[in-house]
């Protein structure tokens, strides 16, 4: 089973910044896919950016710009990097690792004060 844990959630006035880590409990990160989900009280959960294996990205066009993904699987972890941050940021954050099956973390509060 793998087990996936972020950290680096906080509060931060807007145009601040934050970086988010997600730590796996197996080696399998490497070969999986990874991605950060974000999901606002009363909305649905949203793709926020994504990394494949050999490193390829893509983001929601909401982020472009002022987010970057990157991974270190030497220590099975990956980050997203906040910069100018908005209020409309605000939403529990998950790490997300797909590899023959999807794995979840358990989130981690990100509140931006405008």
């Known amino acids: 089973q793998v087990q996936l844990v972020e950290s680096g959630g906080g509060l931060v006035q807007a145009g601040g910044s934050l970086r988010l880590s997600c730590a796996a409990s197996?080696?399998?990160?490497?070969?999986?896919?990874l991605g950060w989900y974000r999901q606002a009280p009363g909305k649905q959960r949203e793709l926020v950016a994504t990394?494949?294996?050999?490193?390829?990205?893509n983001y929601a066009d909401s982020v472009k710009g002022r987010f970057t993904i990157s991974r270190d699987n030497a220590k099975n972890t990956v980050y997203l990097q906040m910069n100018s941050l908005k209020s409309e940021d605000t939403a529990v954050y998950y790490c997300n690792a797909q590899f023959i099956q999807a794995y979840w973390g358990q989130g981690t509060q990100v509140t931006v004060s405008s």
């Open positions: 990394i494949s294996r050999l490193g390829n990205t």
């Open positions: 197996r080696s399998i990160f490497s070969l999986a896919t």
